[in-house]
């Protein structure tokens, strides 16, 4: 005998969890996706990740302390769709901390500048049409479409972003700014 003790951790499942699930989890459901959808590009894939998503949700649910279920499922939404897109979708994928010095600094510059003149671009953006706004927004690298769909698609404060990025505000207000920015860019050479 080695004397050594092995330990085994017994996670048992009670009704107690499945009502907590469908309580906090299951109401956020169509909003998951939706981040999934326009995280992943496609419907299917959407469906995979919002499917695991669900079950690491009740995996933890028991074990969690869930004080904003809505933040809550929408950062399991996100991890795992990023998780989903690193494994099938490695080069769709950019982390900031991935981006050069220099793009990091253009980030913070440009969303400390904050222009709140109207520009043509501004105005591009207002006259585009929705499926025009819709194809921009999903040619956004995934790190600027997600701020803009948690920001504009389903209305979370910065807080309640950074919360579900697991970002400081100040970077979340970057990148909303910044993808803003690319938004009307994209928008302003599709009209004349």
Do not use: C
Request: glycine share 4%; no cysteine.
């Amino acid at each position: 005998m080695s004397g050594r003790i092995e330990v085994t951790k017994i996670i048992v499942r009670t009704s107690d969890d499945s009502a907590l699930f469908d309580e906090v989890f299951l109401p956020h459901l169509q909003e998951a996706y939706r981040l999934a959808r326009w995280l992943t590009g496609n419907a299917s894939d959407a469906d995979d990740v919002v499917q695991e998503a669900a079950m690491r949700a009740f995996r933890a649910i028991g074990t969690s302390d869930v004080i904003n279920p809505r933040a809550w499922s929408l950062t399991i939404v996100r991890n795992t769709a990023y998780s989903w897109l690193m494994k099938n979708k490695p080069k769709d994928v950019v982390f900031a901390e991935e981006l050069g010095e220099a793009d990091r600094e253009s980030l913070d510059r440009d969303a400390a500048s904050g222009r709140q003149d109207k520009t043509p671009e501004d105005i591009a953006i207002l006259n585009a049409t929705a499926e025009e706004v819709r194809k921009a927004l999903a040619a956004l690298p995934a790190l600027f479409r997600e701020i803009v769909v948690l920001r504009e698609m389903h209305e979370l404060s910065y807080r309640e972003i950074a919360s579900v990025t697991n970002l400081p505000i100040g970077t979340v207000m970057s990148r909303l700014s910044r993808a803003r920015q690319l938004l009307i860019g994209a928008l302003g050479q599709v009209r004349p």
